[in-house]
């Protein structure tokens, strides 16, 4: 029973921690950058520490190198002028600088190692900083395009308010025009009251005419103008 619940909270935690991931999945991605640029930084810091003790240590073979060879010619003169003691004192330098020259070199060579696999390192991780930049351009257009859509059918996605405003709309179109039945009942009232009767007599010559016709007028002109 125990193993029971204690499976069921994990799955809880685990469910609750996925729902935060995807509510603040843009913050995270943006603190993910920083982060990768704070290691990129540090990483280029100890770059330069390698490339400043490298520069160091080249320098000093080099210098190693010069007093190398300048006591060599000493020693050499030392021996053609019959002065052994100043010779083996000279061969006992050359043999501890020859020492140290060989120790410098193989710290210059670690260093070397040192220098191309963190250099390495860094442009690559710069390469995935620029692909995570490019990915987060891309990831916050998609959650804005997903919050509109979301605002949307919010607003207008709901089939209530859908059905909701077809109703109304075919509930305007479906009324009956009033205009129009105030014109059938003028003559449904007309009809009643015989008006259309004596109207239609009037037009066939049978009494006086019940309404002014385009003739009356017509002939009222003509006969205004003479």
Known sequence: MFKTLSTL???????????????????LIDQKIREAEAGIKAAKATLASLIQRQRSEERQKQNLDTRIKDMTKRAE??????????????????????NELAIRRETLARLDQKT????????????????????????????????I???????IGRTSNVEEAEELIA?????????????ILREIDR?????SLADRMADQGFGPATRTTADDVLARLKKKSK
């Open 9 to 27: 909270i994990a799955g809880v935690n685990a469910r609750s921690e996925d729902r935060v991931r995807d509510a603040f999945a843009i913050e």
């Open 191 to 195: 009809d009643l009251g015989h008006e």
């Open 116 to 147: 191309v696999r963190l250099r390495s390192s860094i442009e690559a991780g710069h390469r995935r900083i620029i692909d995570l930049k490019q990915g987060a351009i891309q990831a916050k257009a998609v959650r804005h395009e997903q919050a």
């Open 171 to 183: 509930r305007v179109m479906g009324r009956d025009d009033p205009f129009e039945q105030s014109e």
């Open 77 to 98: 003169q030392a021996i053609e002028n019959d002065r052994d003691d100043m010779a083996t004192e000279a061969a006992h330098a050359i043999a501890q600088m020859e």
């Open 149 to 155: 859509q979301s605002r949307l059918n919010t607003t």
